[in-house]
């Protein structure tokens, strides 16, 4: 089992920056990726951003260069910089860790989700 807590989300300015964090706790060591989801008001959860343990990165068409994940292995946390946000920004993040089993079977964890307002 691996347990995520999130970071405080928070209310923005359009134009402003928000920094998130995700600690993973638990069988952290079968981690293969970590990521952020997010879930607009009345839309569907999305992929926003999502490393693995590798160091791949992979962005959303919507936040390429406003966004940037890094991780922090010793941490077991990774970090959503989000820059030159946007109201359409506005969501619920959600941090996503995933293990990969033989079978091959995908075992997604989620934290809680944290808010983000970008205000016009």
């Known amino acids: 089992q691996v347990q995520l807590v999130e970071s405080a989300g928070g209310l923005v300015q359009a134009g402003g920056s928000l920094r998130l964090s995700c600690a993973a706790s638990?069988?952290?060591?079968?981690?293969?990726?970590m990521g952020w989801y997010r879930q607009p008001p009345g839309k569907q959860r999305e992929l926003v951003a999502a490393?693995?343990?590798?160091?791949?990165?992979n962005y959303a068409d919507s936040v390429k260069g406003r966004f940037t994940i890094t991780r922090d292995s010793a941490k077991n946390t990774v970090y959503l910089q989000m820059n030159s946000l946007k109201p359409e920004d506005t969501a619920v993040y959600y941090c996503?860790?995933?293990?990969?089993?033989?079978?091959?079977?995908?075992?997604?964890?989620w934290g809680q989700g944290t808010q983000v307002t970008v205000s016009s």
């Open positions: 490393i693995t343990s590798a160091n791949i990165t």
């Open positions: 638990g069988s952290t060591l079968g981690i293969n990726a």
């Open positions: 996503n860790a995933v293990i990969w089993a033989s079978g091959p079977s995908r075992y997604d964890y």
